[in-house]
């Protein structure tokens, strides 16, 4: 412990560590039982704050908040450990690895140990002591062995890094583009969606599937774009390809139609992380006067900067064009001025050309009553929901036709009723 504080001023690549709030209380901490000159109330209410702290952080061992927050530290080392730029014996591993073995000490520091010197500081005061032995013991996972000596183990986070990410991408999955602050929002609660759940669209789910491994790879992936009508499955299936491959490095970026013209930002962002990410595009539409489509047009193809090995585009629309065209846009094809027919063809071709560049145009359907039927079926059978089938089927058709017609979004609010009365029913 005497060693530990030069020690700790001596990191610089783990430095944002240090700026942790719990691990900036328990600096404090350390500083004050090396200061013989601090009372009993200064040392106490330090060794506390250092719990609140962990408890802000919704953790209570400082051993797991430690070793989750080296984990989820971005830098240099971390970075090219997510890019695959790095091995074990490069020299900024070596110092990583030294790093982590100061930081795997702080994480060790044993609170029966403060505690003694605490009461050893104050040993004629038995009230000082009785409140010493009665402060919560915010480390009790040091005093099992390790599992593992964090800087012998360098490899395995450079893999882990590798697989994960660094920073904000190793904790999640999800993320929302925040065009006024040009930064990624973690999503906390993500839709937990998953393929599996998604029935009755098995063709439009094996081509999507298929493009994402592909992009994946490191192949060259196409953008999609999902056209059909309004709650069939085109954004849930986006978001559960998300769940499915986010082990596999893949992250989601739902970019808000407002900032579509910020996204050449976004890749400049992303274009030179380690993970691949989709930039998602819900409800895509554009009116005659708006100008993001150009901005998007660019980025799909034909902009002077290539878009990025790591970065694809999903999209999803109830429009086929996504543009929306007025007959008045038409008038130059009956004009007797040669100049009006150019530029309606021109305004029109130029709308049209939009979701042309969309590699892959995958389409979904309303489903039909039989069909609607079926998913039904399939929801209610996954919730494990107890009730006669003709009921079911009775209840699901009044649902649809008080609501929002045939759909997988109708047949699934229809089932979260459900469940709901059916629970209510038992009570």
Same mark, same amino acid.
């Given at each position: 412990m005497n060693t530990l504080l030069p020690e700790l001023s001596s990191l610089s690549i783990y430095i944002n560590i240090l700026e942790d709030t719990a691990v900036k209380k328990l600096v404090g901490l350390l500083k004050l039982i090396r200061d013989e000159s601090s009372n009993s109330e200064e040392l106490i209410k330090a060794y506390s704050e250092v719990f609140a702290a962990l408890l802000t952080n919704h953790r209570i061992n400082l051993y797991q908040h430690i070793e989750d927050i080296t984990l989820q530290d971005e830098n240099?080392?971390?970075?090219?450990?997510?890019?695959?730029?790095?091995?074990?014996?490069?020299?900024?591993?070596?110092?990583?690895?030294?790093?982590?073995?100061?930081?795997?000490?702080?994480?060790?520091?044993?609170?029966?140990?403060?505690?003694?010197?605490?009461?050893?500081?104050?040993?004629?005061?038995?009230?000082?002591?009785?409140?010493?032995?009665?402060?919560?013991?915010?480390?009790?996972?040091?005093?099992?062995?390790?599992?593992?000596?964090?800087?012998?183990?360098? #490899?395995?986070?450079?893999?882990?890094?590798?697989?994960?990410?660094? #920073?904000?991408?190793?904790?999640?999955?999800?993320?929302? +583009?925040?065009?006024?602050?040009?930064?990624?929002?973690?999503?906390?609660?993500?839709?937990?969606?998953?393929?599996?759940?998604? +029935?009755?669209?098995?063709?439009?789910?094996?081509?999507?599937?298929?493009?994402?491994?592909?992009?994946?790879? #490191?192949?060259?992936?196409?953008?999609?774009?999902? +056209? #059909?009508?309004?709650?069939t499955g085109k954004s849930s299936m986006v978001k559960a390809l998300a769940n499915e491959f986010g082990e596999k490095g893949l992250r989601l970026v739902e970019v808000p139609k407002r900032y579509l013209s910020q996204i050449p930002k976004i890749t400049s962002l992303l274009s030179d992380r380690g993970l691949k990410f989709i930039l998602f595009i819900d409800d895509l539409a554009f009116g005659n006067n708006e100008e993001e489509y150009t901005a998007l047009k660019a980025v799909l193809e034909g902009g002077i900067e290539h878009r990025p090995d790591n970065i694809l585009l999903y999209a999803t629309t109830n429009r086929r064009h996504i543009v929306k065209e007025k007959f008045s846009d038409r008038r130059g094809f009956y004009s007797d001025n040669p100049d009006d027919e150019v530029r309606a063809r021109d305004a029109i071709q130029e709308k049209l050309s939009l979701s042309d560049r969309f590699g892959i145009t995958i389409v979904f359907s309303s489903p039909i009553k039989k069909e609607y039927l079926q998913i039904v079926h399939k929801m209610a059978e996954d919730r494990n929901l107890k009730i006669d089938p003709v009921l079911l089927e009775q209840k699901a058709m009044q649902w649809e036709m008080a609501y929002n017609g045939m759909s997988p979004r109708t047949a699934r609010q229809f089932i979260d009723w459900l469940e709901g009365e059916l629970d209510l029913s038992f009570q």
């Open positions: 240099i080392f971390t970075l090219f450990c997510e890019k695959g730029k790095i091995h074990a014996d490069d020299p900024l591993a070596k110092q990583a690895a030294a790093e982590l073995g100061i930081l795997q000490k702080l994480a060790e520091l044993s609170c029966t140990e403060i505690k003694n010197i605490m009461k050893d500081r104050f040993s004629g005061n038995t009230e000082i002591n009785r409140i010493i032995d009665n402060l919560p013991d915010w480390n009790t996972l040091c005093e099992r062995e390790p599992n593992t000596q964090w800087d012998a183990d360098v #490899g395995s986070r450079i893999l882990w890094h590798r697989k994960n990410g660094a #920073g904000l991408f190793c904790k999640h999955v999800f993320f929302i +583009y925040d065009g006024a602050s040009q930064t990624l929002s973690p999503v906390k609660n993500p839709d937990p969606i998953t393929l599996d759940r998604l +029935y009755l669209v098995d063709r439009q789910k094996e081509m999507a599937v298929k493009n994402t491994l592909i992009f994946l790879s #490191g192949k060259t992936a196409n953008n999609i774009l999902f +056209y #059909g009508d309004r709650g």
